[in-house]
């Protein structure tokens, strides 16, 4: 069974820094997969932020990039989400992702639908 976990949300002043972790678990041995993060803040759809493939190919949304770095951990199984330069506009719920066998190096980062597997989502907010 997959799981996904994430950690490290919280809340934040504006302009602070936040690390959010996601630990994998359970995936097949495919040495092809995509992992990222979406969001979904209150009253608003879900959104993408990044994503990062087994490569280490990274992808962002406009409205994080220079501000949010995502990478990965092959050997721990962990995939992070750095963020920095935070705003009000980044609370949101966020959430992990992960599917196998799918590529993610188009250099956008993939629709919700794509991905099949999810974390159950952490909270950040950022306080002006």
């Known amino acids: 069974e997959v799981q996904l976990v994430e950690s490290g949300g919280g809340s934040v002043q504006a302009g602070g820094s936040m690390r959010l972790s996601c630990s994998v678990s359970g995936g097949p041995s495919s040495t092809t997969y995509c992992m990222g993060w979406f969001r979904q803040a209150p009253g608003k759809g879900r959104e993408g932020v990044a994503s990062i493939d087994n490569w280490g190919s990274t992808n962002y949304e406009d409205y994080v990039k220079d501000r949010f770095t995502i990478s990965k951990d092959s050997a721990k199984n962990t995939v992070d989400l750095q963020m920095t330069n935070l705003r009000s506009d980044d609370t949101a719920i966020y959430y992990c992702?992960?599917?196998?066998?799918?590529?993610?190096?188009?250099?956008?980062?993939?629709?919700?639908?794509?991905?099949?597997?999810w974390g159950q989502g952490i909270q950040v907010t950022v306080s002006s």
């Open positions: 992702v992960a599917d196998w066998e799918m590529s993610c190096s188009s250099g956008y980062v993939p629709l919700d639908r794509d991905f099949v597997y």
